[in-house]
């Protein structure tokens, strides 16, 4: 199994103390220190990186009471790769010659709530100096007043510094990789138009561009690994089960066609992964640059139409990279968006950074009211729902096989998963053979449907001429429908593709006035469904990227932002907008 090879990003804490001496300084460097100390302790216990590794944090080698020290601290992070930096203290300091000048460091200040020294008026003055000097800040205080010698962290404090680490090491990790376009634009799809200057200032990532003929020129020329291949064909066989097959007589494939698709589309699979990390072993085959790979954090294939005309579609390779199992057994996903919609692209990323989860990529295709349901099956549902299917990207861990400790449906974050839910999600999705009027080369599509009572949030990026950017967010249930009713249902559509029937939860107002609202609020064709309520955390996301969120269902009590916003009036979203537009994009 190959992976993408960096150095990970590890968390930043700074402890600053009030800086005179002669007894001041001296009575404060313990509680100083051991808020640091467990501030790493918390973070070191819950925040994970995307493989499963818990995050590493750096102290600074003393308390920072001056420029001096702060200067001393930001070389060792730099020297330990810190991607995002919380600075402590219980006390007065020195504002503006404590804090991190780092124009593209996440940073978040928790000032303690204690009545014997001032932490909550450095927090204010420290916040202050970032605003003013243009470096946005998280600010986190606790709601009660704390002991001095109290050396707890209070359950609001807790949550603000696990949202903002969260959120910073995804940020830190995007910095400095790749997203590797595998072809072009699919069908005039805007999200397909890859945006290079997106990705660089917003995002601080690079892009990679290979011709779908560098997959045809592999699998020509057996440039994968022969055992892997092998490995995987036996896997295919014992697990991967074939579907219906709704092509007409003339259009389906004989028992040895179907045959060489199955081997090409798992070779396609393996050549993908290998184009966007790396394989060692082709190195050791004679194909010393091909071994290098794109330090491709996530990838899309644009597929339709030049190459699913003649080629097998991508199918496949697409559900079976955003996976947490396969041939190799579980692993982390391998972000790889369908159509190269490189805006679902980043979503998925998004979501697998913040959850170590596999993403749901989806088309948000139909909006069914009550009345229509009823219309069409003689059943009548609660509310209407939106049906999200797709015939690629969708991760198979979206069946929804996983379970909790109490049997419920889940997805699991990778470190959780094990072979037997791999084995489940396989179990419970069928292999059908490609609609020919689709897709004329052939190719097996995934067949799967989302378990009912989960938690999603859809989430997607659009870009909006003159003002860049926008992040939509909704974050709802799948849903149970009869059996006859979602084969009724479905069968309008494509059988043969993984359904979600979601319903989002309504405020009441504006896009989410009711259901049909949301769909009509959609700004694109695609979405990605993350399992859970990670609408905040997304949300804490795109403030460090200066992305603006122009729609969501998330409490306004849960909306955590850098300080910095409440200078921008005091509506949440219109300040949003303008402060974004005022700081501009991280990297530029």
Not at 12 to 17: K, L
Not at 27 to 35: A, G, R
Not at 209 to 227: G, P, Q, S, W
Not at 448 to 470: A, C, E, S, Y
Request: proline share 4%.
């Amino acid at each position: 199994m190959t992976t993408l090879k960096s150095t990970p990003v590890k968390i930043g804490i700074r402890p600053t103390i009030d800086g005179r001496r002669l007894g001041v300084r001296e009575s404060l460097e313990d509680q100083t220190m051991n808020m640091a100390k467990a501030v790493a302790q918390l973070i070191q216990s819950e925040v994970r990186h995307p493989n499963g590794d818990f995050v590493e944090c750096v102290i600074a080698d003393s308390t920072i009471g001056g420029v001096a020290e702060a200067a001393a601290c930001a070389e060792k992070f730099k020297r330990e790769n810190v991607g995002a930096v919380i600075t402590v203290t219980p006390c007065w300091c020195y504002g503006s010659e404590t804090i991190d000048m780092d124009p593209h460091m996440p940073k978040a200040i928790w000032g303690f709530n204690g009545t014997e020294r001032p932490g909550a008026v450095y927090l204010a003055a420290a916040l202050a100096g970032h605003s003013q000097l243009g470096l946005p800040a998280f600010s986190i205080y606790g709601t009660e007043v704390q002991e001095a010698g109290d050396q707890s962290i209070p359950a609001d404090v807790r949550e603000k510094l696990l949202r903002f680490a969260r959120a910073g090491l995804a940020v830190a990790t995007l910095r400095g990789k790749s997203y590797l376009s595998i072809g072009s634009v699919s069908m005039g799809i805007a999200g397909s138009i890859v945006n290079q200057q997106f990705f660089q200032e917003y995002l601080g990532m690079r892009n990679e561009y290979v011709d779908m003929t560098e997959i045809k020129r592999r699998l020509d020329r057996n440039i994968y690994d022969d055992a892997e291949f092998k490995l995987a064909m036996e896997w295919v066989k014992t697990y991967c089960k074939e579907g219906v097959d709704v092509n007409t007589p003339e259009n389906q494939r004989s028992p040895e066609e179907r045959a060489k698709l199955w081997e090409d589309v798992v070779k396609m699979t393996i050549i993908a992964r290998d184009l966007m990390v790396g394989n060692p072993r082709l190195a050791e085959l004679g194909y010393g640059e091909e071994a290098l790979g794109h330090n491709a954090i996530a990838a899309g294939f644009q597929g339709q139409r030049q190459w699913t005309d003649h080629l097998p579609n991508g199918d496949f390779l697409e559900a079976t990279l955003n996976s947490t199992y396969d041939w190799n057994g579980v692993r982390a996903p391998y972000i790889m968006a369908t159509e190269n919609d490189s805006l679902n692209g980043v979503n998925m990323l998004f979501g697998n950074l913040l959850t170590g989860q596999a993403q749901v990529f989806a088309d948000v295709r139909t909006y069914w009211s009550e009345d229509s349901v009823e219309r069409v099956t003689g059943w009548r549902p609660e509310s209407g729902f939106i049906h999200l299917i797709n015939s690629g990207s969708a991760a198979l861990d979206g069946t929804g096989q996983h379970t909790d400790k109490d049997g419920k449906p889940v997805i699991k974050p990778v470190w959780e998963v094990t072979e037997e839910d791999g084995k489940r999600c396989l179990e419970n999705t069928r292999w059908c053979p490609a609609v020919h009027e689709y897709f004329r080369g052939g190719g097996l599509s995934s067949q799967f449907l989302t378990k009912g009572g989960m938690p999603f949030t859809m989430h997607r990026i659009n870009l909006i001429k003159g003002i860049g950017p926008v992040l939509q967010i909704a974050e709802g249930w799948s849903i149970d429908l009869p059996e006859h009713v979602h084969d009724t249902l479905n069968k309008r559509t494509n059988e043969t593709w993984p359904t979600t029937w979601f319903v989002p939860r309504l405020t009441g107002k504006g896009a989410f006035a009711d259901v049909y609202s949301v769909m009509a609020n959609w700004g694109a064709n695609h979405c990605v469904a993350t399992f859970g309520h990670v609408g905040a955390d997304l949300i804490t996301l795109a403030s460090m990227l200066r992305i603006p969120v122009c729609m969501h269902n998330v409490e306004d009590k849960d909306v955590f932002r850098p300080s910095a916003w409440n200078g921008f009036g005091q509506d949440k979203e219109g300040q949003d907008y303008r402060a974004c537009a005022n700081f501009g994009p991280l990297y530029k």
